[in-house]
């Protein structure tokens, strides 16, 4: 059914799943206290919270994206059972890409961290085995795990063809999105973790968790007190939390904006996916905070860097659960619309955008009577209809009494000239101007 809750409900879970496997990868990376932090940050990402309230389906590629990294984690760390691991990481990013074609390139970034995992084989991590917890790989070992991920890779790509041939043959469906400025799309990034103040409180927060770790910061990762130098760094930030995060947070941004020079294709959503990334770095600065190493109240550093990370980000956080956080009040609109609506009223959607209102909200908008529909969604095979020429729509207002004129954005200037209406009464909502017209002298 269309009820907020039933619409709403699979993102906000998905988003829900996404934040525990990244709780999950900070924790098999860096340390239990460095995954928690990780979950909990992402969690407080005003962008999660937006797009866990989203219909759509980037909630459902952030929690598949974080699953298959895991995964694939995983995979590099036990060959005795890699052909399980890569097979579950195959079916989650085939199922990733069923969805959103553009996340896909995950896979350029998880071939970096492949190549460098075969590169750094052998044990220089100074911990569990080598660096991906289990044993160096040798060259044959190297070869093995490249060919077995190619052919996980290789099946994703097949489980998503079907999307990915249908993606290409309708490719002028973007051709809404504009040519990026370089600059300004870097800039924009930064809405990965949150609004700038928020981003620099947390950059400040690792930054000191770097030093601190450099100092001896290994005892609050579990090992022995005052191991400092280039030994903590490596405790705090280990090569496989780096090889995994780092190309992750760089390559799908990097491809898009890129390409998006020749042939414009992005914008901040599809690169949503990278979020878990980010807080995966961020856990692991705010862990590295733990300190002094070992003390009553080493915590105590973390708690408060965390806590003012999160607070910078409450502003948005509201403003992303308000009616309007997405834009648009669409359900206010309906409001005023089941209000004041009148048997045999008639709706005319101005506009690309508006028309969609009746899917979102049907005991309002639903129940007017929209004349400039020559089609259904159904029918038409689209979201939203197939319109009827002016002159039809024209011939068809002079059938009726009163008619709703809905547009989102621009004031409509004269709708309905000459047919015998008047202005009973109009309302600016979010960007949603309803003029409602009647004949005669009254409403």
Known sequence: GPGELVTRLPSALAMAAAAAAVAALGRRLVSPRAGLAAGLLFAALPQVSLYAQDAREYAGVAALATTGSYLLVRALADPGRRARWLTGYAACLGLMGLLNVFSLLLLGAHAITVALAWWRGADREGGRGGIWGGRPPGASTGRRLSLGWLAAAAGAAALASPVLALGYAERGTLSWLARPQVIGAVEGLRKLIGPAQMLLALCVAIGIGIVLSALGGRAALGGR?????????????????????????????????????????????????????????????????????????????????????????????????????????????????????????????????????????????????????????????????????????????????????????????????????????????????MLLFARGSTG
Do not use: M
């Open 225 to 433: 007190a005052g191991l400092g130098g280039r030994a903590g760094l490596r405790a705090a930030w280990p090569g496989p939390l780096l090889s995994l995060c780092l190309p992750w947070l760089l390559i799908p941004p990097a491809v898009l904006i890129g390409v998006s020079q020749v042939s414009p294709v992005y914008t901040f959503r599809y690169v949503l996916l990278c979020a878990p990334a980010a807080a995966l770095l961020g856990g692991a600065g705010l862990a590295a905070l733990i300190w002094p190493p070992g003390g009553a109240l080493s915590w105590v550093p973390a708690t408060v860097a965390f806590a003012v990370v999160v607070a910078l980000g409450v502003p948005a956080q509201f403003a992303a659960r308000a009616p309007n956080g997405h834009g648009t009040n669409i359900r206010k609109a309906n409001a005023v619309v089941v209000a004041h609506r009148q048997p045999g009223d008639a709706v005319l959607f101005l506009g690309n955008d508006s028309n969609y209102f009746p899917a979102a909200y049907s005991s309002g908008f639903g129940r007017l009577d929209d004349i400039g529909e020559r089609l259904t969604p159904s029918q038409a095979g689209n979201l939203v209809g197939a319109p009827f020429r002016a002159s039809v729509i024209r011939e068809r207002l002079a059938h009726v009494r009163r008619v709703w004129v809905v547009r989102l954005g621009a004031y409509p200037q004269d709708p309905v000239p000459g047919l015998g209406f008047h202005l009973v009464r109009r309302w600016l909502i979010s960007h949603i101007w």
